[in-house]
């Protein structure tokens, strides 16, 4: 399968905890982006990296949330001290330019 | 900002029959207009864009959309509807001046009924 991908798909945890995002981009693609939605809700971005640099960074990503892409291929976002608020679907999203982005299946967040 | 509006929460059509999903847009200068469509615990996937060029676009499983500068909508089409075609459907605007973010609308329930 040469889509994008994410790991976990599901995540449980408990409020106060940290919890760590994969996305896989697909391979030949220099943008990675990532979302958040939730219910009834369309996806809302979140940040923007090109190549490992992060361009692009919305207010939605408060002081607990980091992201990195590291060599510019996979990326990590990362939740620190976990809020109830904070469960939502995490979009990862891969470009090769401007235009139409291709999505993961997401990571559903859950905090207790 | 750019955002979009879909001002239906659901879209009922009989199977055979033909398709609309409106939606509205807002943005500085000439947009970048998208189509993504959503099955159950599955990711958006891309149905079609407008970029430039003709205003009636062509895209995946026989869905088109046309874009109308003067009413800034970008209404999706289908000439006859499938019960597969039961989905969540969101339309998406960016700007063309280097912001790269997507502004999603908050999606449109489409229920096709056999």
């Known amino acids: 399968d040469t889509g994008v991908s994410q790991n976990p798909r599901h995540k449980i945890t408990k409020r106060g905890q940290n919890v760590t995002f994969r996305c896989d981009p697909i391979?030949?693609?220099?943008?990675l982006y990532w979302y958040r939605q939730t219910l009834g809700q369309g996806p809302e971005f979140l940040t923007y990296?090109?190549?490992?640099?992060?361009?692009?960074k919305s207010r939605l990503l408060s002081d607990r949330f980091s992201a990195e892409r590291p060599k510019g291929s996979f990326s990590t976002l990362e939740i620190q001290r976990t809020e109830q608020g904070d469960s939502a679907m995490y979009l990862c999203?891969?470009?090769?330019?401007?235009?139409?982005?291709?999505f993961g299946p997401g990571t559903r967040l859950t905090v207790t | 900002a750019q955002s979009v509006a879909q001002p239906e929460d659901q879209v009922n059509v009989a199977e055979g029959n033909p398709l609309t999903v409106k939606c509205t847009y807002s943005v500085s200068g000439n947009p970048y207009l998208f189509w993504y469509v959503q099955y159950p615990n599955r990711g958006l996937q891309f149905l079609l864009k407008?970029?430039?060029?003709?205003?009636l676009v062509k895209g995946s499983y026989g869905f088109e959309a046309e874009f109308n500068k003067s009413q800034t909508s970008f209404h999706l089409k289908k000439p006859s509807a499938l019960v597969s075609d039961s989905a969540l459907y969101f339309c998406?605007?960016?700007?063309?001046?280097?912001?790269?973010?997507?502004?999603f609308g908050k999606g449109n329930q489409v229920v096709v009924i056999p």
């Open positions: 407008y970029i430039t060029g003709d205003n």
């Open positions: 999203a891969s470009s090769s330019n401007a235009e139409e982005q291709y």
């Open positions: 391979s030949e693609h220099n943008r």
């Open positions: 998406a605007v960016r700007d063309i001046y280097g912001n790269n973010r997507l502004a």
């Open positions: 990296f090109q190549n490992e640099a992060q361009l692009e």
